[in-house]
T-cell receptor, first 110, second 112 residues
Framework: EADIYQTPRYLVIGTGKKITLECSQT?????MYWYQQDPGMELHLIHY???????EKGDLSSESTVSRIRTEHFPLTLESARPSHTSQYLC?????????FGSGTRLTVV | TQLLEQSPQFLSIQEGENLTVYCNSS?????LQWYRQEPGEGPVLLVT?????EVKKLKRLTFQFGDARKDSSLHITAAQPGDTGLYLC????????????FGTGTRLQVTL
């Protein structure tokens, strides 16, 4: 039973399009994170939030933006998708002890 | 910058074999976690080790935290195809326990 949901699971989109990747959690966690991962490779933190109206950029530079208007919702937006954005995007939340990850969104920009 | 290097990077073994995966750093960590990620899914937390020298067992998986808290190992006994996946170690980033630094990952494939 998933407590953190990401949609869509797969997305193929043309260059220049604006996209929003959705992430919602039902656990009431204050801390939420977005990671970028190429297939089978390590995770790179691109954004994180410690609560409503709190967002920070992560270790990996990203052209995406995030918002945190509600505790349970942490969407990621790309204003103009490019082929270099092709990757898997993983959302996670934490109660301070361990991370719970969503199933990810695999994005392909053509 | 804290780095967590994992070895080996890839491992392909047959069912029933034993294996060990290593996670090493030059930095001291207050704790380390291990995650397993199956293809097409997000990582799932397996264990957290917090005390230097600590050993934890999860069925056929044995996790150890180094005495100096700079390294950890994961040993799998009698591997099964269900163990296939990407294994990631992770530790709290310097300055904030709320962010994790993830290791470089070990991809394990167990065949019949």
């Amino acid at each position: 039973e998933a407590d953190i949901y990401q949609t869509p699971r797969y997305l193929v989109i043309g260059t220049g399009k604006k996209i929003t990747l959705e992430c919602s959690q039902t656990m009431g966690h204050d801390k939420m994170y977005w990671y970028q991962q190429d297939p089978g490779m390590e995770l790179h933190l691109i954004h994180y939030s410690y609560g409503v109206n709190s967002t920070e950029k992560g270790d990996l530079s990203s052209e995406s933006t995030v918002s945190r208007i509600r505790t349970e919702h942490f969407p990621l937006t790309l204003e103009s998708a490019r082929p270099s954005h092709t990757s898997q995007y993983l959302c996670a939340s934490s109660d301070g002890y361990g991370y719970t990850f969503g199933s990810g969104t695999r994005l392909t920009v053509v | 910058t804290q780095l967590l290097e994992q070895s080996p990077q890839f491992l392909s073994i047959q069912e029933g074999e034993n294996l060990t995966v290593y996670c090493n750093s030059s930095s001291v960590f207050s704790s380390l976690q291990w995650y397993r990620q199956e293809p097409g899914e997000g990582p799932v937390l397996l264990v957290t080790v917090v005390t230097g020298g600590e050993v934890k067992k999860l069925k056929r998986l044995t996790f150890q935290f180094g005495d100096a808290r700079k390294d950890s190992s994961l040993h799998i006994t009698a591997a099964q195809p269900g163990d296939t996946g990407l294994y990631l170690c992770a530790g709290p980033s310097t300055g904030t326990a709320s962010k994790l630094t993830f290791g470089t990952g070990t991809r394990l494939q167990v065949t019949l």
